[in-house]
């Protein structure tokens, strides 16, 4: 893997997707219909539970075979299964350079916090990738948990060393699916700023999911709204608020108040 | 008691249990995360032993071995003698008739390990071996030492498939399960009971070892299975 990831010239779109997909749960089925284009650094998805947003990441990430899809990230076709499309092209997610932060950290339960963080530097020179760990650690705030094994520490901690462990990949786009969920607002708050910080000095693009309001228009440049499998709005946070509000209001089963909603403050 | 018989039954299972753990892995790895369609008849083929009478086994494997196949006069050419009636059939004989109790723990190991491990360790640029070696099979080291333990225990007590195979030739093919159809034939009974008592000591200490181990805890909390 390289140290830098593919430049991405502006307004070049970082990642292209064209999803459709059907899964059968039972009796009912549930349609992945999507297509868009992330341009901004941060990009946020925002959808209420079950409109397909981790599908979405999966299929992205290579964890999921779409039925018909064209993906690309950073302009290199990953994922082609179009109708009559030559070639067919599945890259696994083991190629694709995706870091994937799911709500489940799945944290390795038989290698350390810091053994989960050095599992994607096998090769690198033991000194330099313990500095690494020691330094991915800092990121997420975790680095006194260095030599404790996941059966001791708490969910959030989890998380955090997920977090590490994702960065330690060196991905060319970071996929955040609610990665913050099990932490209190604060370090909620400090550790979304490291990420952030670490992604933007990298060059190294993020799309967040979430169902949180506030972190949809908060954490992202862009904004998209998702509804069961498709993309109702996109574009600056702000837009998307005024265009949605009605909507997005029924969606969160508030009233929509009288007058101009109030728009959270943005991250800078 | 027959100590040569003992000795030759203790490398024969050993030996087997050595094979059967490097063939076993990657067979029940591939049944554990495969769509494939061949995979009911893989699973099928693997189990046949469990419910076929050693002797079709033995008979088949003796045939096969033998002159009367290309394969078995391939093989008699390139090893100098016939494979059948030598320890080397007997290994051949016992890897095949132990395969499904060294593949069946370990393909149900396998697939109890949470995908979401694995999904993670795919994104970490981890490939379908590299995922085997670093997340499968360190979580499921309780399903290894189940698997060797039962092949082991399976080898030490064949009786048909070494007998068809094998023959019965002192200090060569004759184990232990054999030494004791003699002894009774012989009406050794007093020799006959020392073996029959120590195979079942042999036997009764594997379970016991298999259920003494800690109960299997789920991977997630943190401990291993």
């Known amino acids: 893997m390289s140290d830098t990831p593919s430049p991405n010239p502006p307004n070049r779109p970082w990642l292209t997707v064209h999803i459709e997909h059907r899964f059968h749960h ?4 549930f349609h992945l219909h999507l297509a868009f284009a992330a341009r901004a650094q941060r990009t946020v998805v925002f959808g209420p539970s079950g409109s397909g947003k981790s599908s979405l990441l999966r299929a992205i990430a290579g964890l999921l075979k779409p039925e018909l899809a064209t ?16 070639p067919r092209i599945f890259l696994p997610a083991e190629k694709r350079r995706v870091g994937l932060v799911m709500q489940d950290p799945a944290v390795f339960p038989h290698l350390t916090a810091a053994g989960n963080v050095a599992f994607a530097l096998r090769g690198t020179e033991p000194s330099a990738q313990k500095k690494k760990v020691a330094r991915l650690l800092e990121v997420v705030e975790a680095e006194t948990l260095a030599e404790r094994w996941p059966r001791q520490l708490s969910g959030g901690q989890l998380q955090r060393v997920a977090i590490a462990r994702t960065l330690a990949a060196n991905p060319s786009i970071l996929l955040l699916d609610e990665p913050f969920a099990a932490l209190d607002a604060q370090s909620r708050q400090r550790i979304s700023q490291n990420l952030h910080q670490w992604a933007r000095q990298r060059g190294v693009p993020v799309l967040t999911v979430t169902h949180n309001l506030e972190e949809a228009f908060v ?5 998209l709204t998702l509804e069961e499998g498709r993309i109702m709005a996109q574009g600056a946070p702000e837009h998307v608020l005024s265009q949605e509000r009605e909507r997005l209001l029924q969606v969160l089963g508030a009233v929509p108040p009288p007058g101009p ?8 | 008691m027959d100590t040569v018989a003992l000795l030759l039954t203790l490398r024969l299972a050993l030996v087997t249990t050595g094979i059967l753990m490097v063939l076993a892995v990657p067979l029940a790895y591939w049944l554990a995360f495969t769509g494939s369609r061949a995979k009911v008849f893989v699973q099928a083929v693997c189990a046949l032993p469990i419910v076929l009478p050693p002797t079709v086994l033995g008979f088949y494997l ?18 100098g003698h016939p494979l059948a009636f030598s320890f080397a059939g007997l290994v051949v004989g016992s890897v095949i008739y132990s395969l499904p109790f060294a593949v069946q723990p370990l393909a149900a190991g396998f697939a109890a390990v949470d995908r979401s491990m694995l999904d993670a360790a795919a994104t970490l640029g981890s490939g379908r071996c590299d995922r085997m070696l670093r997340v499968v099979l360190p979580l499921s080291r309780g399903s290894l030492v189940t698997a060797s333990v039962l092949s082991f225990a399976h080898t030490v007590g064949e009786f048909g498939v070494v007998l068809m195979i094998g023959g019965n030739l002192p200090g060569a093919t004759r184990t232990l399960s054999i030494a004791l159809y003699d002894q009774v034939q012989d009406f050794q009974y007093a020799q006959a009971n020392r ?12 379970l016991m070892l298999l259920y003494s181990r800690r109960p299997a805890r789920n991977a997630r909390s943190g401990d291993l299975v």
Do not use: W, Y
Request: aromatic share 4%.
């Open chain 1, 261 to 268: 909603v109030a728009i959270p403050r943005r991250e800078k």
């Open chain 2, 195 to 206: 073996t029959a008592l120590f195979l079942l000591g042999i036997c009764l200490v594997a």
């Open chain 1, 219 to 223: 954490a992202g440049d862009e904004v």
């Open chain 1, 71 to 86: 993906i690309q990230l950073h302009g290199v076709i990953v994922c082609n299964t179009m109708h009559g499309s030559q």
């Open chain 2, 62 to 79: 003796l045939v096969a071995l033998g002159p009367r196949t290309a394969f078995g006069r391939v093989l008699t050419h390139l090893l």
């Open chain 1, 26 to 29: 039972g009796g009912a089925g």
